[in-house]
């Protein structure tokens, strides 16, 4: 028998709760969180699980194989120490107040003291009805769950501070959904991942109570996350908070950033999404940018208003971070000082963050006294000017420093990052680019291959493109995880070469254009 796992109770024993126990849906007042059991599920399977993240978490193989780990990853069973809850929050939801929202589909089982010393909280999602599920049925279907579990895993992987899934679970059930909510609802096949982060706390989480003047709750919730997330702050009182605030907002910019940077769209950034860790939190209709595209949104929930579209995410970024500003005013006097001084802050952050990364995918230290702003500019005007794989075309620019001149002309690995026919004034102009873009590498005091090994560490050869995603939801939904496993594999070295997976290295193919699931994704899972 494995040793006993050790759970913890912060946010149980900080923080007050609710004192009903059933799952009439209703509002929550005066407390952050409500008992509930998970409900359990017929058959569940394990579809699959994150190594990397269950050694980190101190749960060894045998752990992970045994009976009694997938009844507790399905929410039929709880290792000793779990004291399951859902946690009560409220948000703006595509630019609208939107009340109270709570996690209507997701479970904390505990949170674990874990193998590397931190202390994780497990939460299933997809697990059953809570309090907090309004209408939903608290579930969740397997293309949405194998989409969150890949991406998550994905993503830090990739570096991007995130949410973590530890397992896919296969319930045996069907759910009913109405994809794209044209009245063809159908069964689909249900599960449920096991999500782990230090903290769930939204800036919705602040939101709520502050909206229902609920400054007690609010100061305790403060309180609770400055001592318990943000102890080098300093003690609870004005001054902590503000530096909360300050930190908040420079987390989600520096995010927003790495977001931009490596062509990912959340999809639904309302200010329930936004983690006050600044982790990628809630994965749902995200996407990958394939051609770099700003006005680009996955999400056909939002298709009309575009409000999370690739290129509006900063600017989002900087709205929610007002959000929690507004939300935080009673306990630092109501300075609005305070929160436009945040503000100014996440501007400062994100701009220097995003040069730096912009700077890092092409090789160069920005410095505006060579015009390097203009060169970056011009890359993007090129770039959007015709369609044209963001990630391959990044990946294929190290290599060229290599060689001992500048290309005579627009490479092939260049090439094959366009989509259709490009026509050749394109090319040329981006031909005239590149040969100015290699002169200026080539000032760099850094010796070229180091930096082409930098950029080959900074420009991933795989991301999460849709199309896989939805190849291995494909695959899994006629009982077939290979792809998964393999997808899996790949993706924990997105930045390596590794031939074996050259398939997912590969652009959108043209079945995938339109296809559901590829490049339009719903709300709906
Ligand atoms: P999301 O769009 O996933 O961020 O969800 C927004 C709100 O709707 C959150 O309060 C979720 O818990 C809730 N929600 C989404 N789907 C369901 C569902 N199937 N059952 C219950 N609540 C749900
Ligand atoms: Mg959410």
């Not at 109770?9 to 509002?27: I, N, S, Y």
């Not at 400055?226 to 908040?248: D, N």
């Not at 002309?409 to 989509?419: D, H, V």
Request: hydrophobic residues 40%; aromatic residues 10%; negative net charge.
């Amino acid at each position: 028998m494995p040793a006993p796992l050790s759970f913890v109770r912060r946010f149980l024993d900080a923080l007050p709760g609710d004192d009903r126990t059933d799952c009439e849906p209703r509002p929550v007042v005066g407390a952050s969180w409500s008992r509930v059991q998970p409900t359990p599920v017929p058959a569940p399977r394990l579809l699959a699980w994150s190594r990397p993240l269950a050694q980190q978490l101190g749960l060894d193989d045998a752990r992970m194989q045994e009976p009694l780990t997938t009844q507790v990853l399905a929410g039929n069973a709880l290792w000793p120490g779990m004291d399951p809850y859902a946690a009560n929050y409220g948000g703006h939801q595509f630019g609208h107040w939107a009340g109270q929202l709570g996690d209507g589909r997701a479970i904390v089982l505990g949170e674990l003291r874990a193998a590397d010393g931190s202390v994780q909280e497990l939460q299933l999602k997809g697990a059953g009805p809570t309090a907090y599920s309004r209408r939903g049925d608290g579930r969740a279907v397997l293309r949405s769950s194998l989409r969150e579990y890949l991406c998550s895993e994905a993503m830090h992987a990739l570096g991007v501070p995130t949410t973590r899934a530890l397992s896919l679970v296969a319930t045996g059930d069907d759910v009913v959904r109405d994809m794209f909510y044209d009245g063809n609802a159908r069964p689909e096949p249900g599960a449920i991942v096991c999500r782990v982060a230090p903290s769930f706390l939204r800036f919705g989480s602040f939101e709520l109570p502050s909206a229902r003047g609920d400054t007690a709750l609010l100061r305790t919730l403060t309180d609770f996350a400055l001592r318990t997330h943000f102890p080098e702050l300093g003690t609870p009182g004005r001054e902590a908070y503000a530096a909360l605030l300050h930190e908040v907002a420079a987390r989600t910019a520096r995010l927003c950033a790495h977001w931009q940077a490596i062509g990912f769209v959340h999809g639904v950034l309302n200010t329930d999404n936004l983690s006050l860790l600044g982790l990628t939190i809630d994965y749902g209709p995200y996407g990958w940018i394939d051609d770099l595209d700003f006005g680009w949104t996955p999400n056909t929930t939002d298709a009309g208003q575009r409000r999370y579209a690739f290129g509006n995410q900063p600017g989002i970024g900087l709205w929610n971070t007002a959000r929690l500003g507004e939300a935080l005013l009673p306990l630092v006097d109501d300075d609005e000082r305070v929160v436009e001084d945040a503000l100014a802050h996440f501007q400062r952050v994100y701009a220097k963050a995003a040069t730096a990364w912009f700077g890092r995918k092409l090789g160069i230290t920005i410095d505006p006294q060579r015009g390097d702003e203009q060169l970056v500019q011009q890359l993007f005007d090129w770039l959007v000017a015709h369609p044209t794989d963001m990630t391959l075309f990044f990946r294929a620019l190290g290599p060229l420093l290599l060689a001992d001149a500048p290309p005579t002309a627009l490479p092939e690995s260049l090439r094959a990052a366009f989509y259709g026919e490009v026509p050749e004034a394109h090319a040329a102009a981006g031909h005239a680019w590149l040969q100015r873009w290699w002169t200026r590498v080539h000032q760099e005091p850094r010796p070229a291959a180091t930096i082409a090994a930098a950029m080959a560490a900074t420009n991933p050869r795989y991301v999460l493109r849709n199309w896989l995603a939805q190849t291995a939801i494909d695959a899994a939904t006629n009982g077939d995880v290979s792809v998964l496993d393999r997808l899996f594999t790949a993706l924990q070295r997105p930045f390596d070469e590794q031939p074996q997976f050259a398939e997912f290295a590969q652009k959108r193919p043209e079945w995938a254009r339109s296809k559901p699931g590829c490049s339009a994704l719903s709300c709906s899972s």
